[in-house]
Structure formats: C-alpha cells, structure tokens
C-alpha cells in the first residue's frame, strides 16, 4: 500500500478514535490502528465481509454493534466498533445477558461495550463519502448510484401495484384517513381539549392501516405517522424543538412497550390529547415567525451563553426591532424570556439531583450569585430550598410541556 494513503487512513483514526482494520485483497490483515479508548473482539471479519464487499457499507457484530466497511482495489477496510446510538446501562445488560450467561463474559463485553463511541447514520454516510473521495476522488457517497436505481425500481413497483388496485374501494380508505387526519390536527390546533373530546366522538374513525407483520405492528407504524404530524404541527406554530421532541419520543417509547391493540390505541389518544394541551398555550397567541423563530432558537441554546444582540445577528434584524418586537407580541423582554427558560430547565436539573452550582455552570450563568438571584426573582425560593421542597412536581411520567406551563 502507498504509504502517503496509509498516513490518510491512519488520519481517520486519530480524528474518529475508531480502530481501524486495513485488509489487502486477499483479506490478510496488513495493519491495525487501535487506541486504549475503545476496544476490540477478535472477530473474523471474513465471515461478515468476504462474500461481496464492495456492497456491504455496514454491518453489525454479536453485540449489535456496528462496522464500516469499504473496499477499493486492492484495499479493504473495516472501521468500529460503535454505536448508532447512546446505550444505557438496561440496554448493555440486555445485548449481553442474551448473548452469554458467563457471568465473567458478560463482565468483560459490557465494559466493552461501555467503551464504545457512537456516531448517527448521517456520520456513516460522511464516512463513506471521505473513504471514497479519499481512494477514487469521487466526493459522492460510494451507494449514490445504487439509490437512484432503487429509486426507479420503486417507482416500477409501486406502479404495478396501483395497477392491481384500481378499484374504487382501494382508494376510499385513503380518503377516510386523509379526512380523519385533517380533522384530527384541527382540533388539536385548536389547542381545546373539550373540543377535542366532542370532535373525537363524532369522527369517523374507520382508518385502516396498511399491513404490516402483525395487525399491532400496523397499528403502530400509524400511531408514529400521527405522532409525527402533531409534531410537525407544533414546530409550526412555534413550540420548543427540544420539548417537542422529547414529547414524541417520550411517546414512541411508550407504544413500543405495549403488546395489545386498545393499549396502542390507548398510547394514541393520550398523546393526542397531550399535543392538544401543549397547544393550547400557543392557540390564542398570533406570534409573528420572527418572534417563533427566536423562542425556538433559544429553546434549543439554553446551555449557552445567550445575549440579544447575537440573537438578532442570527436573524438578521436589529436588537432594537428585536427587542420591540419580542416585548410587543409576548409581554416580556427577550431577557426576562431566556430567564424564564433557564429557569424552567434549571428546575428539571435540580429535581434530578445536580447542585445549583452544577446547574449554574450547565446553564452558563456568570456565576452561582448571579443564577441563585434570578431563580429565587423567577421562583421566590433559592435553588437549595427548590431542590430540598419543590413546591411543584411535574407528573413523573410525562415530558415538560414548556414554561407557559407552570406557575410559579
């Protein structure tokens, strides 16, 4: 191998911290780049990667783990492990204790996997897209090509099958669901739950989900489209990103737990519900999209230092206008805004058993005085006495629903 590419590829490793396997044609392991922050299983990669390379982008280990994998010429590399997600200590017991019952195995693969770095699945596509600019000078993802012949195939597909079902009853139950939908994000627009409870009771519910493996699993691949549409309503009408998220994820969570029909049914209609009272706090506010723009902005930067005057840089507007404008549509400074946001999450980080001066410096406050001052101005307690007697409990089964919500 060249060794100025033997340099690029060890370049990957130092920067990404994932161990990186370099195999030649043959698949003979030539080098191995490894660090003491991650470790490694003496896997047989030739099991997993010998059969058609070229194609195989990525593939999962014993653990779930997962590995890149690309192969130019005469070079074939393995990059991981990692994770496409956070593991928690539930998950790692789960993935090793069905794996083994060796209670020193299971001891030694879940530091394992304590260990390992995650990335998302847009970081694997970066992956690839530099492994391909990096060996061919093409600074295309190395499947590209593969994606628009899919593409096409799917569009032959689903003609075929639009053939089959031309039938004017293959087309009413897309139409009941499309007018189920539409009234059903109405209401929860409309932010009243009483009239979410009258509109339920007189809506044709007769939506009929496409089949999955299972009449449950339909049922709950449609409750994730509803939770996305409520979701992507509430971002609209500006609510927080982050508490809109964690609102839907919270959720999705919760469904997938359940293994009858009326208990998904049941997650369903709680989370209509709950998009419906999260609403009703925006419902009678015509906030301008500046002014929504700039709360959800500063719901998803409350962890840094947040000033007015970068604010309005960011959206192109004077701090001034910003300033009149933001006070003139909520009631409040801009200022007295982010206070009330950090507060509110300053909250929610006491309850789960940070110190105020941990929250203060989470938060990016100038200090623990200047922190302590402005939650007992908000709440009318310091942090110490909040953290020892809160005077208000979320419910602990349910996400925040925003700092409209409470009152203090």
């Not at 991981?80 to 997600?85: C, E, L, N, Q």
């Not at 409520?230 to 919270?250: E, H, K, T």
Request: some cysteine.
């Amino acid at each position: 191998m060249i060794n100025k590419l033997l340099k690029l590829i060890k370049s990957i490793h130092v920067i990404s911290h994932l161990p990186i396997y370099v195999f030649n044609k043959d698949f003979h392991l030539e080098h191995l780049f490894v660090a003491d922050r991650v470790q490694v299983l003496p896997y047989d990669f030739t099991q997993c990667c010998c059969s058609e390379p070229s194609s195989n982008f990525l593939f999962s280990g014993i653990l779930d783990e997962a590995f890149i994998t690309y192969s130019s010429s005469d070079t074939i590399l393995i990059i991981g492990p990692f994770t496409t997600s956070h593991l928690t200590n539930a998950m790692i017991r789960n993935r090793v204790q069905a794996y083994t019952e060796d209670s020193s195995l299971q001891k030694l693969l879940s530091q394992y996997l304590e260990l390992l770095p995650y990335f998302s699945l847009g970081d694997v596509r970066d992956f690839l897209v530099h492994l391909n600019f990096l060996f061919n000078g093409n600074p295309e993802c190395p499947y590209s090509e593969d994606l628009h012949l899919q593409v096409t195939k799917n569009n032959f597909l689903l003609r075929q099958e639009k053939l089959k079902e031309r039938d004017w009853r293959a087309f009413q139950p897309d139409y009941y669901t499309y007018r189920y939908e539409e009234q059903i994000l109405a209401l929860v627009q409309n932010g009243n739950t009483e009239q979410l409870r009258e509109g339920l009771a007189e809506l044709s519910n007769s939506v009929i989900p496409d089949n999955a493996e299972t009449p449950l699993r339909s049922e709950k691949n449609y409750t994730i489209i509803i939770l996305e549409k409520l979701s992507s309503l509430a971002l609209q009408a500006g609510q927080d990103i982050s508490d809109v998220y964690r609102l839907r994820n919270f959720y999705i969570r919760l469904l997938e737990e359940k293994e009858k029909l009326i208990d998904v049914l049941y997650v369903r209609d709680c989370a209509i519900i709950h998009f419906t009272e999260l609403m009703h706090h925006f419902s009678n506010k015509d906030f301008s999209s500046l002014v929504k723009s700039v709360m959800q902005h500063i719901g998803l930067n409350l962890y840094t230092v947040l000033k007015v005057s970068d604010i309005s840089k960011s959206f192109y507007v004077s701090e001034a206008t910003l300033s009149s404008r933001f006070k003139k549509e909520t009631g409040i400074s801009v200022i007295e805004y982010i206070h009330k946001r950090k507060i509110s999450e300053a909250k929610l980080m006491l309850r789960a058993g940070l110190s105020p001066s941990e929250v203060a410096i989470t938060l990016c406050y100038y200090d623990y005085a200047h922190f302590s001052h402005t939650f007992k101005k908000i709440t009318g307690v310091t942090p110490k006495a909040f953290q020892l007697h809160p005077q208000k409990l979320y419910p602990n089964f349910l996400p925040s629903a925003g700092p409209e919500a409470e009152h203090d």
